[in-house]
């Protein structure tokens, strides 16, 4: 199986405060909205259609996307992350598919049936990326939209990622990432190009450290965000 068992342990272990807005998960809470206006323009809204998160954790995103009207299903491996995401939507009134499978398993269960995939924050977490982007393609159908977001490796996203965010502002436990994991914007170009998915835009997301915001940019040298798109037959 694609997993690291020590990040599903790691995530599993800080299971009970994915909802809370000060804990370990301010950022994911404080970058949601960017990231779900990135997702909705991108693929022209989401009402209606049918959506997978990957690596859904606690279902930050998942339950933002199910508020816009879409029909989603969250997959992880890490079983506390789900069952905190399972209880936060049943107190939200949301229905949101949670399930604990790898995406590439789901993939063989469920090819072309999404409209929309993400995966956000989670390639940097597992052995194989390539695999996942691969997965993600055969789940989409022809013309569907996925999103990425990652971390880039060089030195700044070092500087910020790990020994400012993680050592010096503390806004995430340490060790949540490994820099060795970080994937270059040209090395998720390769991927999804492999994968037979057609880029549509890539851009940076800057967070401001001291402001708690942020906001969408060209430079993708230390957070960036993908959208790509899935050939149709005509194409």
Same mark, same amino acid.
């Given at each position: 199986?694609?997993?690291?068992?020590?990040?599903?342990?790691?995530?599993d272990?800080?299971? @009970?405060?994915?909802? @809370?807005?000060?804990?370990?998960f301010r950022?994911?809470?404080?970058?949601?909205?960017?990231?779900?206006?990135?997702?909705?323009?991108?693929?022209a809204?989401?009402?209606?259609?049918?959506?997978?998160?990957?690596?859904?954790?606690?279902?930050?995103?998942?339950e933002?996307?199910?508020?816009?009207?879409?029909e989603?299903t969250?997959?992880?491996?890490a079983?506390?992350?789900?069952?905190?995401?399972?209880?936060?939507? @049943?107190?939200?009134?949301?229905?949101?598919?949670?399930?604990?499978?790898a995406?590439? @398993?789901w993939a063989?269960?469920?090819?072309?049936?999404?409209?929309?995939?993400?995966?956000?924050e989670?390639?940097?977490?597992?052995?194989?990326?390539?695999?996942?982007?691969?997965?993600?393609?055969?789940?989409l159908?022809?013309?569907?939209?996925?999103?990425?977001?990652?971390l880039?490796?060089?030195?700044?996203s070092?500087?910020?990622?790990?020994?400012?965010a993680?050592?010096v502002?503390?806004?995430l436990?340490?060790?949540?990432?490994?820099?060795?994991?970080?994937?270059?914007?040209?090395?998720?170009?390769?991927?999804?190009?492999?994968?037979h998915?057609?880029?549509?835009?890539?851009?940076?997301?800057?967070?401001?450290?001291?402001?708690?915001?942020?906001?969408l940019t060209?430079?993708?040298?230390?957070?960036?965000?993908?959208?790509?798109?899935?050939?149709?037959p005509?194409?």
């Amino acid at each position: 199986m694609n997993m690291d068992q020590a990040e599903v342990n790691k995530f599993d272990a800080l299971a @009970d405060q994915w909802w @809370d807005t000060d804990g370990p998960f301010r950022t994911l809470h404080e970058i949601n909205p960017l990231r779900l206006d990135f997702i909705a323009k991108g693929c022209a809204g989401l009402n209606g259609k049918k959506v997978l998160d990957v690596g859904t954790g606690g279902g930050l995103l998942a339950e933002a996307m199910a508020r816009q009207g879409a029909e989603v299903t969250g997959i992880d491996l890490a079983e506390d992350g789900l069952n905190a995401a399972r209880a936060h939507a @049943d107190t939200s009134h949301l229905r949101i598919d949670y399930r604990r499978i790898a995406v590439e @398993d789901w993939a063989a269960e469920k090819p072309g049936h999404y409209d929309v995939v993400t995966c956000m924050e989670m390639l940097e977490h597992v052995p194989d990326p390539a695999a996942v982007v691969n997965a993600c393609a055969r789940l989409l159908r022809p013309g569907g939209d996925a999103f990425f977001a990652t971390l880039n490796r060089n030195p700044k996203s070092y500087l910020l990622a790990i020994i400012g965010a993680e050592y010096v502002m503390g806004l995430l436990p340490r060790g949540t990432h490994n820099y060795q994991k970080f994937i270059r914007p040209s090395e998720l170009l390769a991927m999804t190009r492999q994968s037979h998915l057609q880029t549509v835009t890539i851009q940076g997301m800057h967070f401001d450290l001291i402001r708690h915001c942020g906001r969408l940019t060209d430079d993708v040298s230390v957070n960036y965000l993908s959208h790509v798109r899935k050939a149709t037959p005509d194409a």
